[in-house]
């Protein structure tokens, strides 16, 4: 079943420039997909249009059957709680413990504290971080930070699951565990995955569709795909 759909989409900024060019792609639920590209190329911002921290300029682009092109900003948070985040600088509050920090989201919309004790424990359990329950981010190593933050993102049991450079301040054995839990939720939960990434070695490895963009463009869609790009300019 079709989860993603982006139709005929364009991204030109303020500025002149144009991110994302008549794009066209779907995703369908339970898939693990990379999308790649050289810095500039505008795989942030159609990262960025999912959940709806951009909007298009103009074509479509529809997420668990929301257009997020016609979405208010006061409907934003309606999108949001039906996926899960994962960012490169991590973004967990300093003066929470882990727990709370996973336990955050949870609360904001309302649920009992049994409730909520159950899911985030559940979540921490499932990326390996049980133990650290007390602990402040940092106590925490950059590693243990990220799968706290992976812990926030699937707590409440999202169907899509959006990483933008998770593993781009991890060295490379730290980045594969982190991956690895990715796609252990995505074969055991079923929750579709879409990571943005520059790490060429773990794109070959895992071997799963690849959307590579190129100034704006997609250029190659491939199941079981792997890393072929030039690195340019910052991204956009």
Known sequence: ??????????????????????????????????????????????????????????????????????????????????????????????????????????ESIGLNGREIRNKVLKALESVGLKEKI?????????????????????????????????TGNLDPDISKEIVNILKKINEEAGTTIIMATHDREIVNEMQKRVLQIENGVLVRDEQKGSYKVHESTPNV
């Open 134 to 166: 007390r602990s402040f981010p940092n106590q925490l190593s950059g590693g243990e930070q990220q799968r706290a933050c992976i812990a926030r993102a699937i707590v409440n049991d999202p169907k899509l699951l959006i990483c933008d450079e998770p």
């Open 1 to 106: 079943m079709r989860l993603i759909e982006v139709k005929n989409c364009y991204k030109v900024y303020q500025n002149g420039v144009t991110a994302i060019a008549d794009l066209n792609v779907t995703i369908d639920k339970g898939e693990f997909v990379f999308i790649i590209g050289a810095s500039g190329s505008g795989k942030s911002t159609l990262i960025k249009m999912l959940y709806r921290e951009e909007k298009p300029t103009n074509g479509s682009v529809i997420v668990g059957g929301i257009n997020v092109a016609k979405l208010r900003n006061s409907k934003v948070y309606k999108l949001r709680r039906k996926l899960g985040i994962v960012f490169q600088d991590f973004k967990l509050l300093p003066k929470l413990t882990v727990y709370e920090n996973v336990a955050f989201a949870l």
